[in-house]
């Protein structure tokens, strides 16, 4: 019976493993493949998502307007419903395995700590994934902006328009911050007003930056001032954030450092040099 359940265990577990990156590698095919058995195997899996019955309790409950910010400012492919599936499913892949691998520890210390261990990562697996993208994502487009608002004050202050000069820097500017602002110049080609692109720009994404660059693009519309000048020192003060946001991070790093030196390190370190005269201490050699 024991080896039953250490098998239905193993079986959970790596159903759930697999089916969180099968769903990240679907998420990077739909964003991407146009077509091929990828693109095909990522729909019938997000399909297959969609299906898993959460009840309407539950449902209704995570499906708040919160959920579908998150989901668009991540530059995720998967829609509420597939979120939600995956979490109700990966709780109970969770559960499942939680309560086999209990059975089959008989309920000792590590069988607790194990359980505790895979019960959590069903839990808050998918929003800790989910914040851990868009942190990632809001990282990259503050790094990148300032480049970014100097190539558009280059091109404003050699005469172009705001438009024209949008177009050509984002036309080949790599990462999220570049699919972003063709995104809003495709807009503005479809004759959408310059403050109405800049609000779906703000809304797609997490940085507070880009939102003083929107802010600061409608202001110079309304008013009618120069917005190159504008671009060139909020670019300035934008790298001085960065350099500060670098060396607060460099000041962490001792603190971070604390936690696995005295939980792994320390540890080890005791029983290497403890170990021998405790030997001899109990065994009387």
Same mark, same amino acid.
Do not use: C
């Given at each position: 019976?024991?080896?039953?359940?250490?098998?239905?265990?193993?079986?959970?577990?790596?159903?759930?493993?697999?089916?969180?990156?099968? &769903?990240?590698? +679907?998420?990077? %095919?739909?964003? #991407?493949?146009?077509?091929? @058995? *990828?693109?095909?195997? $990522? =729909?019938?899996?997000?399909?297959?998502?969609?299906?898993?019955?959460?009840?309407?309790?539950?449902?209704?409950?995570?499906?708040?307007?919160?959920?579908?910010?998150?989901?668009?400012?991540?530059?995720?492919?998967?829609?509420?419903?597939?979120?939600?599936?995956?979490?109700?499913?990966?709780?109970?892949?969770?559960?499942?395995?939680?309560?086999?691998?209990?059975?089959?520890?008989?309920?000792?210390?590590?069988?607790?700590?194990?359980?505790?261990?895979?019960?959590?990562?069903?839990?808050?697996?998918?929003?800790?994934?989910?914040?851990?993208?868009?942190?990632?994502?809001?990282?990259?487009?503050?790094?990148?902006?300032?480049?970014?608002?100097?190539? &558009?004050?280059? +091109?404003?202050? %050699?005469?172009? #328009?705001?438009?024209?000069? @949008? *177009?050509?820097?984002? $036309? =080949?500017?790599?990462?999220?911050?570049?699919?972003?602002?063709?995104?809003?110049?495709?807009?503005?080609?479809?004759?959408?007003?310059?403050?109405?692109?800049?609000?779906?720009?703000?809304?797609?994404?997490?940085?507070?930056?880009?939102?003083?660059?929107?802010?600061?693009?409608?202001?110079?519309?309304?008013?009618?001032?120069?917005?190159?000048?504008?671009?060139?020192?909020?670019?300035?003060?934008?790298?001085?954030?960065?350099?500060?946001?670098?060396?607060?991070?460099?000041?962490?790093?001792?603190?971070?450092?604390?936690?696995?030196?005295?939980?792994?390190?320390?540890?080890?370190?005791?029983?290497?040099?403890?170990?021998?005269?405790?030997?001899? &201490?109990?065994? +009387?050699?």
């Amino acid at each position: 019976m024991s080896s039953q359940w250490v098998i239905a265990l193993l079986v959970a577990s790596a159903s759930a493993i697999l089916a969180y990156v099968a &769903l990240r590698i +679907g998420d990077a %095919a739909v964003m #991407g493949a146009k077509g091929g @058995l *990828r693109h095909a195997l $990522a =729909n019938r899996l997000l399909a297959a998502v969609a299906e898993v019955p959460v009840p309407s309790v539950i449902r209704r409950r995570w499906d708040t307007p919160g959920l579908a910010r998150r989901l668009t400012q991540s530059a995720s492919a998967i829609e509420a419903a597939h979120y939600m599936g995956l979490r109700w499913g990966l709780l109970w892949l969770g559960g499942a395995a939680s309560l086999g691998l209990l059975r089959a520890r008989h309920g000792d210390l590590l069988g607790l700590f194990l359980a505790a261990t895979l019960l959590a990562a069903g839990a808050i697996g998918p929003g800790l994934w989910l914040s851990l993208r868009m942190e990632r994502r809001q990282t990259e487009i503050d790094l990148a902006l300032p480049d970014l608002l100097d190539r &558009l004050a280059l +091109g404003l202050q %050699a005469g172009l #328009g705001f438009e024209i000069a @949008l *177009r050509r820097v984002s $036309a =080949n500017f790599p990462g999220h911050l570049g699919e972003v602002v063709r995104r809003a110049v495709r807009q503005l080609d479809r004759g959408h007003a310059r403050g109405a692109a800049m609000d779906e720009m703000v809304r797609r994404t997490p940085s507070h930056d880009l939102q003083a660059f929107a802010a600061s693009v409608k202001q110079a519309d309304r008013l009618g001032t120069s917005l190159a000048k504008t671009l060139r020192v909020q670019s300035e003060l934008l790298r001085g954030q960065r350099r500060r946001r670098a060396q607060e991070a460099s000041r962490r790093l001792p603190i971070l450092i604390v936690f696995p030196l005295v939980f792994f390190f320390l540890p080890a370190l005791m029983i290497i040099y403890l170990s021998p005269p405790l030997l001899l &201490l109990f065994l +009387g050699e």
